[in-house]
């Protein structure tokens, strides 16, 4: 092992029993500590080092694996505090004795030292010669010349991204902090107060790294369960001859998808098309003025939602309704909020495409609106697409949904009555 990445949790010395008795307890901690990768379980009683392995949940020790590691240790679990989940704070708090018992013994004192952690160390080594409360002070101001100790830090989908592991003089506590955080706690979809591990593990090259992931996992919570059913029933097939046997569901909305909806979405390059809605014109969807055509809260929540992706839902600042959702899950609902909706408002929304039924398309922009959490499409073009779709005011129209050849998200709007062969 390099002189690098030498363990030296404190300063030992062999000529006093005390130290060698301290020595022994730092060197079980981090035996503990160390975590083997899982092991098929086998049949005789399993070990406490197997029985950590089997709680070593499946996406750690893939994660761990693909980076180099042989080994990982569970640091601990956590409930996210509005802070952790915050936009201004931008930290992940650790508490003074997880650093102290699960994180400091397997650091090197070059890292206690870049991560302001060497005072508590100092600390320690004056507990063992008797000498406490002395030579602080010239150590803790070098550690607030810093910004921490650079780690890798991964969420259990498998993305990584710098941050810096630095403590607090006040509270004596430590965080992770940086540029990425936001993005981080976004990604890993943290809820006010849901429950996530974190396990730590070198990787190969010798970096420091954590991963950070909920215990429930939120992609496939009761509430996804109940979307991924949702989305089999949207998505439908494409119009089909008729059968003479009883017509199944899926059956039945093929029989109800517009011929010209069908020849559409085939000529984009979709496979299925899901219905939206059905809706009356409003005087403001034919306005020149407004130039917005309104989607319901609930049809966006119920209709459009469950197909979209997270960088797409933060898009269509609908990701504070998503987030919303997961606090549901933990009885938080109405938390967490405000720092999501302040960001929404600094952009105009995900640009989707849109086409009538006679195949014209225009970029739109599909947005929430903050107050009446309804949500919109927009833009320049919308003047030209209302004009050329002949939307009246007081008419029906029906909006289906596809995703084209290239992924994107996309919507067909068409009078249900087609004005051109109308009386």
């Known amino acids: ?50 029985k950590m392995a089997e709680d070593m949940p499946e996406w750690v020790g893939k994660l761990s694996m693909e980076k180099g590691a042989s080994f990982a240790w569970k640091v601990m679990e956590k409930e996210i505090y509005a802070s952790d989940a915050s936009d201004q704070q931008n930290r992940f708090l650790i508490r003074k004795h997880i650093i102290d018992d699960r994180i400091m013994p397997a650091m090197t004192e070059d890292e206690l030292f870049a991560a302001n952690l ?28 810093h910004g921490g100790l650079e780690v890798k830090v991964y969420n259990r989908n498998g993305w990584g991204c710098s941050l810096y592991l630095t403590r607090w003089d006040a509270s004596r506590a430590s965080v992770l902090k940086g540029g990425k955080y936001r993005e981080f706690h976004r990604r890993s979809h943290f809820a006010i107060g849901g429950l996530v591990e974190m396990w730590a593990f070198r990787d190969g090259d010798g ?122 899950l933990y009885g938080r609902e109405g938390e967490g909020e405000a720092g999501e909706r302040k960001q929404g408002r600094e952009h105009g929304g995900l640009e989707v495409k849109v086409y009538n039924r006679n195949g014209w398309g225009c ?36 909006m289906w949904a596809f995703r084209d050849g290239d992924g994107k998200l996309c919507f067909v709007i068409g009078n249900k009555v087609d004005l051109e062969i109308s009386l």
């Open 118 to 145: 060497i005072s508590t160390a100092a600390s320690n080594r004056r507990r063992l010669y008797g000498r406490e409360g002395e030579g602080e002070a010239g150590e803790r101001k070098q550690g607030r010349e």
């Open 363 to 398: 970029s739109l922009y599909l947005t929430r609106w903050d107050a009446s959490r309804a949500s919109v499409l927009k833009g320049g073009k919308y003047r030209e697409f209302h004009r050329r779709s002949h939307f009246a005011i007081g008419g029906l129209v029906e």
């Open 207 to 328: 970096k420091l790294c954590f991963a950070i992931g909920n215990k429930v996992d939120l992609e496939i919570s009761l509430e996804n369960m109940k979307t991924l059913d949702l989305i089999s029933k949207l998505y439908a097939p494409l119009p089909l001859p008729k059968q003479p046997s009883p017509a199944t569901s899926d059956e039945k909305i093929a029989e109800d998808m517009p011929e010209w909806v069908g020849k559409l979405i085939m000529e984009k390059g979709a496979s299925f098309a899901w219905k939206v809605m059905e809706k009356e014109i409003y005087a403001s969807d034919a306005s020149d003025q407004q130039n917005r055509f309104l989607i319901r809260k609930h049809i966006i929540d119920d209709r459009i939602m469950p197909a979209m992706t997270e960088d797409e839902l933060l898009a269509a600042n609908l990701i504070s309704t998503a987030a919303s959702n997961r606090c549901r």
């Open 1 to 50: 092992m390099s002189a690098a990445h030498t363990l030296r949790p404190f300063y030992f010395s062999p000529l006093t029993a005390a130290v060698g008795r301290e020595n022994m307890k730092t060197l079980d901690l981090i035996s503990k500590l160390y975590a083997p990768l899982p092991l098929p379980k086998q049949p005789t009683p399993a070990t406490s080092d197997e």
